[in-house]
C-alpha cells in the first residue's frame, strides 16, 4: 500500500503543479503556452487528469473496498502512458525532458504492475 499511496501522491502533486503553474509546466515540456487554447487542453489533461487518479489512488485509503478496481485502473493506465511515451519518443524523437518523464512513468508503471501482480497472487 505505500507504494500505491506514493504513486497517488506523485499524480496528485504533478496534476496540481501543472494546473497552477501551467505555463512553467508547459515550457519545461517544450509547449508553446500563448495560446488560450492549448493552454486550457495543458491544464484539463496535464492537471484534472492526474488529480483524478492521484485522488482516486488515495480515497483508497478511506474505502479500502475499492483498492482492487482502483490498483487495475491505476497500473492499466500507468502501462498504457509509458508505452505511449515510448512510441512517441521513437517516433517523433527523444528529448531530455522526455526522457525524463518516461523514466518517472516507467518507474510508476513498473511499480504499480509489481503490486498489482503481488495484490493478485495473494487473491488466489
Not at 496534476?15 to 503556452?33: D, I, K, P
Not at 492499466?76 to 519518443?89: D, E, K, N, Q, Y
Not at 508503471?109 to 493478485?120: E, G, K, W
Amino acid at each position: 500500500m505505500i507504494i500505491f499511496n506514493l504513486v497517488g501522491i506523485l499524480y496528485l502533486v504533478s496534476g496540481v503543479w501543472c494546473t497552477w503553474q501551467a505555463q512553467r509546466s508547459m515550457e519545461f515540456l517544450g509547449y508553446r503556452s500563448d495560446d488560450p487554447h492549448t493552454l486550457g487542453e495543458f491544464i484539463t489533461v496535464y492537471g484534472g487528469l492526474q488529480i483524478g487518479i492521484g485522488l482516486a489512488m488515495l480515497l483508497v485509503n478511506i474505502w479500502p473496498q475499492y483498492y482492487s478496481g482502483t490498483l487495475f485502473f491505476a497500473t492499466v493506465f500507468s502501462v498504457v502512458l509509458i508505452l505511449v511515451r515510448l512510441a512517441t519518443l521513437i517516433s517523433f524523437g527523444f528529448f531530455a525532458q522526455g526522457n525524463m518523464m518516461a523514466a518517472l512513468e516507467m518507474a510508476i508503471a513498473i511499480a504499480l504492475l509489481l503490486v498489482f501482480l503481488r495484490h493478485h497472487a495473494n487473491m488466489a
